[in-house]
């Protein structure tokens, strides 16, 4: 065996996994977001061509991987990818790249900057060695483009409305249009019910007086998301945060929580449901 | 509902955007403060049309839920 003396779990920690083919890689990059400048992919497609195959493989998670590169051509590779700024991805028990949606710089819908906060929270904890593998995933808002409840931590932007009487017109527009039926009216007044909504913001883009507004905009904290064998969609940790300083906090504590906690090759999720859903929550928001 | 409609017109049926498109159009052919009535689908339609009227400078007077539809009363901006 030509490659004996590779460390196949050392290897994964840098984002190069090893093939059927055992003599062979492949290259999975360290994309923030799904974005990349047009340097970078430029150098993706001459990496790929030179040591590679030739394909480019879009990963489910925005990333890229750059398949059948054979062992001895790895460092160069790497190299060459660091020349424009592409750094290694990460495989194993350990943080995954950051997944994001395009959120309110492009999307109507969005409310939140996404990919800040994705680098943000990719610079702290890319790489970071955990229980078993970790995904961070920021959505713009309810309607989850980027999946949030399907991440070990999801960030998900939203609001909540307020109605003011003022200048209503009581077309029941809104309570017509609510996806989840949070809104209702009686005698000309309408009434959110706060358990029910979701933070989606359709009704205060909606209202034809703006007599729908947003009373406070900000993250909300998903946790113990997966997908695999055993899908679990995440549970809310929290309301809507304004501050992104106070948001960290929260994403420190229950990250540390699973790391403390957490059994080997046990995801997030699923240790949530071995203590228990309340308990976590407690545990982790006493941390605060 | 008693409004002086200017114009009917029923979209039941109609896919997002054309349901919009459709709107616009009628709504063209109207004057400022003219009211329009739409039947719009319940599901995407009812959140997507309304909204962009709203874009365009329209308003939504009334919304009066039926069977599987909506009637919408616009008022051109």
């Known amino acids: ?288 | 509902m008693k409004y002086k409609v200017a114009k009917r017109l029923d979209l039941h049926g109609v896919p997002c955007p054309m349901n919009f498109v459709k709107t616009k159009v009628a709504l063209f052919g109207l004057e400022c403060g003219d009211l329009l009535e739409v039947i719009l689908d319940e599901g995407e339609a009812i959140i997507n049309v309304p909204r962009s009227l709203k874009d365009e400078g329209h308003k939504i007077i009334k919304v009066e839920k039926l069977e599987e539809t909506f009637r919408v009363i616009v008022e051109h901006g």
């Open chain 1, 1 to 288: 065996m030509a490659k004996q003396g590779v460390d196949n779990a050392e290897m994964k920690k840098i984002g190069m996994i090893q093939q059927k083919q055992k003599e062979y890689f492949a290259l999975r990059l360290r994309v923030v977001g799904g974005d990349l400048n047009p340097d970078q992919f430029r150098k993706v497609a001459e990496i790929a061509e030179i040591y590679g195959d030739g394909n480019i493989h879009i990963t489910t998670r925005q990333g890229i991987e750059i398949h059948n590169v054979y062992y001895t051509k790895l460092e160069k590779a790497k190299d060459e990818l660091q020349t424009v700024g592409i750094r290694m991805g990460a495989c194993g028990p350990r943080v995954r790249i950051v997944v994001a949606c395009p959120g309110d710089k492009t999307c109507r819908w969005g409310s939140i900057e996404t990919k800040g906060m994705a680098a943000r929270i990719d610079e702290k904890y890319f790489g970071s060695e955990t229980p078993h593998k970790f995904k961070f995933s920021v959505t713009g808002c309810p309607h989850n483009c980027a999946k949030a409840s399907e991440n070990d931590i999801g960030i998900m932007g939203g609001i909540l409305p307020k109605w003011q009487e003022e200048g209503c017109i009581d077309c029941n527009l809104c309570v017509n249009i609510c996806p989840t039926q949070a809104i209702s009216c009686e005698n000309g007044r309408y009434c959110l019910d706060e358990q029910k909504c979701i933070n989606c913001s359709i009704c205060t883009a909606s209202c034809p007086t703006n007599s729908w507004e947003i009373e406070k905009k900000g993250y909300i904290v998903l946790i113990g998301g997966t997908m695999g064998k055993i899908p679990r969609l995440a549970s809310r940790l929290t309301g809507i945060v304004e501050n992104q300083d106070d948001l960290m906090r929260y994403i420190d504590a229950a990250f540390s929580y699973y790391k403390q906690h957490g059994r080997k090759k046990e995801r997030f999720g699923h240790m949530i449901d071995r203590i228990g859903l309340e308990k976590t929550k407690g545990d982790i928001l006493n941390e605060i």
